[in-house]
């Protein structure tokens, strides 16, 4: 009867929890998910489809982002934290096998005046923990979702590495374009000066158009330096991005960049698959789930089958050889009874983490649709300006040869012609910069997307 009333107990305690204890994660509803973008997508067929071999086609690029993907310390340390999960993840797996051990023993017994007895143990003992009441499944549920935790790190710390890496080669190649630029300006303002000094001499200029075409010379010179010592700088970055020396980075130009003509951002579920960081916070929150379940499994018996066999000469009151087959089996329940309160504060504990978790798995998500929309404005915005830049230029291009058309055959002032080329330099610096922009639009929507494919 008693035997009866231990299993009946038994069996109680066990659907009791496996109504909670037992249960799998599930996405929680994200109504937020549907209005993540301004602008509502038209299809699934967006820049997350693509790899970054597909968006980045500049052969010279690629070489840089492979050789950054195998030397990259950042990443190869995500790498070896994923390892480290995996083995996580195979310890609880192997804790719902037994544990073997083998214990040898003997002893030396001397009485005095008497003989000197020994006796010795060789035996094999086994434990096994037996998973009722989830506690051994939730470790495992668990580890499994540190795993996944750690391979979406793994994918962010690359997706970032790769649009850092894309970000400062094009940053190198504007450096290129605007000291092009400056260079060709400077030696245009060297034959102003050269001019205006001859015009001074004829008596058709004086000393304050000398300097202050001068002024401007000395000041494109001093761009042009800065803008070697920008160049400098990013190489320099970008190495120590790559893992290599600091050195020449071999590039090609901006001009010779291609993008898709249309980008788009696919449907708002797709952030659920595709960024790595929201799949690390939904990886955290299944985490704290089963942290929640394990704590309630804390509230019931721990129950361990546990035996031994062997060998040995101490079987008896007696002492005899050769030895005796010995054998043991002990089962063991454990119910916390003056632990309840530690076990209560834990489970509230638990409880509370994972409310932390699924707020900051929602967070996650609106961050990601901000990153989105940022993204496609910025390269929606920097494609209109660039058609604003190129009426720009064309119509400075025409005032400069006005200007000097005037010059040369009227008594026009030099300084209109100086105030035309100047501008006509800023408008073609700015060009570069909104192609910058444009390119570092859709760097950020890669980036913001998941980073493709990999």
Known sequence: ??????????????????????????????????????????????????????????????ALIETGLQNNTDLNIARLKVTEAEATLMTSRLAYLPALSFEP???????????????????????????????????????????EQSEAYRQAVQTQLVATIANSYYSLLMLDAQLDISERTAAIWNENVRAMKALKAAGNATELAVAQSEASK?????????????????????????????????????????FPEELAAGVPLQLLQRRPDVRQSEAALAQAFYATNAARAAFYPS???????????????????????????????????????????????????????????????????????????????????????????????????????LMEYSSQNYLEVLTARQSLLQAELTAVSDRFDEIQGVINLYHALGGGVE
């Open 218 to 258: 000395l000041s494109v010179d001093a761009s042009v330096a800065s803008l070697h010592q920008q160049i400098d700088q990013m190489e320099n970055t970008l190495t120590a991005l790559l893992g290599i020396a600091p050195q020449t980075i071999e590039r090609a130009t901006i001009a010779e960049q291609r």
């Open 105 to 147: 023993s003997g002893t030396l017994r001397h009485v005095e005046g008497g003989a000197t007895t020994k006796s010795y143990d060789i035996a094999a003992s086994a434990g096994w923990e037996v998973d009722i009441f989830g506690k051994l499944t939730n470790a495992k549920r668990g580890a499994k979702a540190a795993l």
């Open 303 to 405: 129950i361990t089958l546990s035996g031994s066999a062997g060998w040995t000469n101490a079987a008896g009151a007696a002492i005899t050889n050769p030895g005796q087959w010995l054998f043991t089996a002990v089962g063991s329940l454990v119910q916390p009874l003056f632990n309840r309160g530690k076990n209560i504060a834990n489970l509230r504990i638990a409880k509370a983490q994972q409310e932390e978790a699924l707020l900051s798995f929602r967070q996650s998500l609106l961050d990601a649709g901000t990153d989105v929309n940022n993204a496609l404005i910025q390269w929606q915005t920097a494609r209109q300006r660039q058609i604003l830049d190129r009426q720009q230029i064309a119509s400075l291009e025409s005032a400069v040869r006005s200007s000097e058309l």
């Open 1 to 62: 009867m008693k035997k009866l009333i231990v299993i009946y107990c038994i069996s109680a305690w066990a659907c009791l929890g496996g109504c909670s204890i037992y249960k799998s994660y599930e996405r929680p509803d994200m109504p937020v998910v549907d209005s993540l973008y301004r602008q509502p997508a038209a299809d699934t067929t967006s820049l997350a489809s693509l790899s970054w071999r597909e968006l980045f086609t500049d052969p010279k690029l690629q």
